[in-house]
C-alpha cells in the first residue's frame, strides 16, 4: 500500500475515534465509569408492607411462610403496588381465593413507615 493511501486510511480511522467524543453532549460516560464514577449508596428502606395471618388461637404468621414461591419481599412490593394503585380490596381477595388463608383465619396487612427516626404501624387491612 502507498503511503499517501496508508496516511488516508489512518487519519480516517483516528477522526472516527475521535468523533463520538465531540458529538457528546454531557459526561454521563465518563461518570459511571472510571475515576469520576460515584460511589454506590443505598437509601435506606422507609416503609415496607407485612402481609400476616391471624390463626385461630391468635398467633400471628407470615403469609409468606405458607407461600414457596413467593418471599416477604415480594409480597411487599405487590402489596404497596395495589395500595398506591387504590386496589388494595382486589388483592386482598385474590390472597383469600388463592387458599392461603383457611376458613378459621384472618388476613392483615400493615404498614410500617419510618417517621422521624421512629417506625410507626399502622393497619391497613384487618379483615376477620
Known amino acids: 500500500m502507498s503511503t499517501p493511501k496508508r496516511n488516508i486510511i489512518i487519519l480516517f480511522f483516528l477522526v472516527m475515534s ?6 457528546m453532549n454531557d459526561l454521563f460516560p465518563f461518570m459511571r465509569f472510571g475515576m469520576f464514577a460515584e460511589t454506590i449508596k443505598q437509601s435506606p428502606q422507609k416503609e415496607f408492607f407485612m402481609v400476616s395471618v391471624i390463626k385461630k388461637d391468635g398467633s400471628i404468621e ?3 411462610k405458607r407461600q414457596s414461591a413467593m418471599d416477604d419481599s415480594h409480597l411487599n412490593y405487590m402489596t404497596r403496588t395495589y395500595f398506591y394503585q387504590h386496589k388494595l380490596d382486589y388483592f386482598v381477595e385474590q390472597l383469600l381465593v388463592s ?3 383457611h376458613k378459621d383465619e384472618y388476613l392483615r396487612i400493615t404498614q410500617h413507615s419510618l417517621i422521624n427516626k421512629t417506625w410507626t404501624t399502622n393497619i391497613i387491612v384487618n379483615q376477620k
Open 18 to 23: 475521535i468523533i463520538p467524543f465531540m458529538l
Open 62 to 64: 407470615s403469609l409468606s
Open 99 to 101: 387458599g392461603l388463608v
